[in-house]
């Protein structure tokens, strides 16, 4: 196979990250912020009230939960992923060829047809090609070679037909 473009697969604590960001429907800064403004308004609702030790109390309870929606649970998640799927073939060869995509380790060799991809994104200085709705070839940006990364998304889009997505 003629490979248009190589990269390395790297699974680590930082593409379970980039996966579970990707996947996320809601972004959980966005459950934060939600939580710390409800957190608010209760406290303000208790004051009004006189209530100003329960208002107080439910203020710091959201604010705790939203801070930890936040900024916690994507960090907290992304190990517990890594862990789960971690196997001794971690580091795997990609390579893109005008038919498909070869992935190969030291003990599996696998072909991904370019029309079995579902989303190509781009997350947290990761690209993710999903093969399924939880599944994806995670790599970084910085180990594709062949051509730099405008001509790489000219490829895959070319190839699969998949806009590049950013999430936020």
Not at 34 to 39: D, N, S, V, Y
């Amino acid at each position: 196979m003629e490979a248009r473009f190589t990269a390395k697969q790297v699974w680590d604590v930082r593409a379970a990250r980039a996966l579970l960001h990707a996947m996320q429907k809601t972004q959980l800064w966005k459950i934060g912020a939600a939580c710390a403004i409800l957190g608010a308004a209760l406290l303000a609702l208790c004051l009004t009230l006189g209530l100003k030790t329960l208002g107080w109390m439910c203020f710091a309870v959201l604010a705790l939960i939203g801070a930890f929606a936040a900024f916690g649970a994507e960090p907290l998640a992304a190990r517990n992923l890594f862990t789960q799927r971690r196997r001794r073939w971690d580091v795997a060869a990609l390579t893109f060829g005008e038919e498909h995509v070869e992935a190969r380790s030291e003990l599996w060799r696998c072909d991904f047809r370019y029309g079995r991809f579902c989303r190509f994104a781009l997350c947290r200085g990761r690209y993710l090609l999903f093969y399924t709705n939880g599944q994806a070839l995670a790599f970084a940006q910085e180990s594709v070679e062949g051509g730099d990364a405008r001509a790489f998304e000219g490829f895959i889009k070319e190839k699969t037909g998949l806009s590049l997505e950013q999430p936020r």
